[in-house]
């Protein structure tokens, strides 16, 4: 994935954390997840990831793709059920009509991906927000982490390497 985005030009400063309310888009939305999120007052927030098209649905593990990494680390820091990306939609009630609504709101090109997450707004924020940190870490290499093992014999993201922050580093 580093070695695609390096030679597609991406760097980080390419990757801005504009983070976008696309609520509107979603008013008449037939996807569960987003009625339930409208619906409970929440919000759907999105944002571009410029030069990544096609990559948050490659494998890098059995059954686990980057966007399922990206996820992760929204889930964890944004506490949010998960994402949408524009590498797995239209689906989940989200229509092609509304992909190239929003696509024309975040003035994406071909080449660009879309992450979408719905839940209040500063949740969705702080998961967006994470979804570009882990966006710049994709440019420089694998990150270092605590990752957690799965019973298939692969491991997801559990939580940033220890710190001079943290109070037991070593028992991590």
Partial sequence: IRDTLRNRGITAEKI???????SAVFAKSESKVIKKALKSGGTVYAVKLPGFAGLLGIEV??????GTEISDYAK?????GGIFHTDELPKYGISDTDVSEIRDILDTK?????VLV??????????????????????RGVPAETRMPLPEG???????????????????
């Fill in 76 to 80: 964890f820091w944004g506490q949010v």
């Fill in 154 to 172: 692969t491991s997801k993201f559990a939580r940033p390497r220890p710190g001079s922050s943290r109070m037991y580093p070593e028992t991590d």
């Fill in 118 to 139: 719905a839940s209040s707004k500063n949740r969705c924020k702080d998961a967006l927000d994470a979804v570009v940190n882990r966006s710049h870490e994709a440019i």
């Fill in 110 to 114: 071909e080449e660009d991906a879309v």
């Fill in 61 to 66: 593990q059995p059954e686990r793709r980057f």
């Fill in 16 to 22: 801005k954390d504009k983070i976008t309310d696309v």
